[in-house]
């Protein structure tokens, strides 16, 4: 294998791994802020600038602070569970297209570290494995309390991963491609699925709060009920992976959204910046435009969880069961009538 591929390949492996884990960390600096903005308060403001070094702060804080293993813990699967929880995070990251090819000197580089051919198959085979961090973490604490949440938490999974799935199923229908590459490609300039797939992408949007375990559907972690949820006998920098987990989940679901929906990195008069900006840079102002999809996205996560109340259990799982799976075989078979009317007439 070229030497030069495998570098190249590292390079952009690495940038994205850092990009992801920086933007997890500034996340929860913009989650106070935005919480703070929407309750007419300051948020952080002691360290740094604008509290801009808080990320820092509680990083230091998290990495010094005791660490503690219960007794009667499986100590190998309690240290096994915040790391795969992380580990299935960070690779979702694989298949998503960052830019267009870029020119660099004589060398054309892809802006993707990986365009296989089942990239939609592959986000979901990963967002099937992180509930496996949620599971062994809550199971190897030997807390009963813990346990339940983890069973909460794969149980949503489960159920909003269906509708997900089943809401992809009618994209894939219009794009006949299961790569994320070639998806992107169909949506050039300013023809975006979310124009054409608006119920898909709804019922996708609502899987993804529930999949990420963010507010409304926060329940594996309901405080109120569950003590700390599925995580509550961890402590110091494993409690730090988990909580760096969720919010890389919320960047890749925030960038899958973006690129199956919204365009990925076109936008339109894309063509006009090609030829003004080269096909250096022109590449790079189309990743600087899926970035900024990919925080209004992580915005709305949010707006939604300090704006709208928890659910009840119950009521969690009859809207995925009753309401987004129905809907979703719906959409399937309008998209499937549509598109039979459109190639026979």
Sequence with gaps: MDTGFIIEKFILVAVIFGISLVIAMYSTYAERKVAAYLQDRLGPDRAGPFGILQPLADGLKM???????PTTSSKWLFIAGPGLALLCACIGTAVIPWGSPMLIGDKIVPLQVSDINVGV????????????GVMIGGWASNNKYSLLSAIRAASQNISYEIAMGLSIIALLLMTNTLSLKEIVDQQHGWHWNVLYQPLGFLIFMVCSFAETNRAPFDLPECETELIGGYHTEYSSMKLGFYLFAEYI????????????????????????????????????????ILFAKIFFFIFFFMWVRWTIPRFRYDQLMNLGWKGLIPLAIANIIITGVVIAIIEKF
């Design 63 to 69: 990495f010094m602070k005791e660490e503690i293993i």
């Design 121 to 132: 198959l592959y986000i979901f085979g990963v967002v099937s494995l992180g509930v496996y």
């Design 249 to 288: 989940n919320m960047f890749v679901s925030s960038a899958v959204m973006a690129t199956l929906y919204f365009g990925g990195y076109n936008y339109p008069g894309m063509d006009y910046m090609a030829t003004l900006l080269g096909p250096t840079w022109a590449p790079l102002f189309g990743t600087a």
